[in-house]
């Protein structure tokens, strides 16, 4: 490996996100051709180091003779280990706000969506409903469409979060059986939906409940005597 004094190139910093300047720490390019086909590939490794926060990843880019865009150069391949996260964990979520199952269940589908594993990341978020109705004292033996009767009955979603449930579970269903790969918006909405169920009845409810018991009660006036 070759090590740099100076350089700068730009990355994406697993913490502080894409397009960030870094300093460039080592490098090692490989070249690659077919004597035959004059076919030839090159691969450049990086270990860069954030400029802003300081954190060092690792970073590969690839060229090919062989993909080429539009205007006829190369297509460059960049490639980030850690891998970047395909959605971002919300503020809210953490282990001592949750239940540590359903944190867990959670944290594998978000693991899952970073590694691009869209059929375990749907599945993944149905299971995460499952646990959450279970929290609810719903029985987990029903089927879903049960369950998302008697969280309605006993008010915990309302009749559009109810369908808007009832299109999570369906596409874990789909998913888990009948082979369907959702696309990334897809499962985007998929992660929107779970997540806004489990935000508002295990962290949101709870928050409002503490904010109420801080908000000072309203004096009574008093009465004025005439004489």
Not at 10 to 23: F, L
Not at 54 to 64: D, G
Request: glycine share 6%.
């Amino acid at each position: 490996m070759k090590n740099k004094a100076a350089g700068q190139r730009e990355g994406h910093c697993p913490t502080c996100g894409s397009d960030r300047s870094c300093n460039i720490l080592a490098s090692h390019r490989e070249v690659g051709e077919d004597e035959e086909t004059g076919v030839w590939a090159e691969t450049t490794h990086y270990i860069l180091e954030c400029g802003g926060c300081k954190t060092v990843f690792f970073q590969e880019v690839s060229l090919c003779s062989e993909d080429y865009e539009d205007d006829g150069r190369p297509i460059k391949t960049v490639t980030h280990y850690p891998a970047p996260e395909k959605r971002k964990r919300p503020g809210w979520f953490s282990p001592f706000d949750l239940d540590l199952d359903l944190y867990s269940l959670l944290e594998e589908t978000y693991n899952s969506l970073n590694a691009d594993a869209r059929v375990l990341s749907a599945t993944g978020a149905r299971t995460v409903f499952d646990r959450a109705s279970e929290l609810l004292k719903i029985d987990p033996a029903l089927p879903f469409k049960a369950k998302l009767d008697l969280l309605q009955d006993r008010g915990h979603i309302s009749p559009s979060e109810r369908a808007n449930l009832d299109v999570l579970t369906d596409a874990g269903g789909a998913a888990a059986h009948r082979g369907w790969k959702p696309t990334t918006r897809q499962l985007d909405t998929i992660m929107t939906i779970v997540e806004t169920f489990v935000h508002r009845k295990f962290v949101l409810d709870a928050e409002a409940k503490r904010l109420k018991a801080q908000i000072p009660r309203r004096q009574r006036r008093k009465r004025r005597r005439f004489k």
